[in-house]
Nanobody
Framework: QVQFVESGGGLVQPGGSLRLSCVVSGFTVPLYVIGWVRQAPGKEREGVSCLSNKDDSTYYTDSVKGRFTISRDNAKNTVYLQMNSLKPEDTGVYYC?????????????????????WGKGALVTVSA
């Protein structure tokens, strides 16, 4: 059974930091892209940051470049999203998701609506 379990969400003040974790189990696809997809209130889901296990290439949407960092720990089967300098517009549910490799990390990350593996999400609220 494939499982993606997110943790680390919460309430943080603007300018603060959070680190999201995604523990992956049962996912045996050899080549894939994994990432974090955000759904802000009233908006569609958006690929925020993704990573390809083929070559460790990464993608960040423009609004988070320089503030967010995606990484993975293979020994712990865990993917992280370090979020710094958080802004109110970063508020939303953050999903950990993945799909077998079918394109570049950027091409896949902007088309996460096609992905097949999802966690249940972690709520991040940035507010004073």
């Amino acid at each position: 059974q494939v499982q993606f379990v997110e943790s680390g969400g919460g309430l943080v003040q603007p300018g603060g930091s959070l680190r999201l974790s995604c523990v992956v189990s049962g996912f045996t696809v050899p080549l894939y892209v994994i990432g974090w997809v955000r759904q802000a209130p009233g908006k569609e889901r958006e690929g925020v940051s993704c990573l390809s296990n083929k070559d460790d290439s990464t993608y960040y949407t423009d609004s988070v470049k320089g503030r967010f960092t995606i990484s993975r720990d293979n020994a712990k089967n865990t993917v992280y999203l370090q979020m710094n300098s958080l802004k109110p517009e970063d508020t939303g549910v953050y999903y950990c998701a993945a799909d077998p490799l079918w394109g570049s990390v950027q091409n896949m990350c902007v088309r996460t609506n096609k992905w097949g593996y999802w966690g249940k999400g972690a709520l991040v609220t940035v507010s004073a």
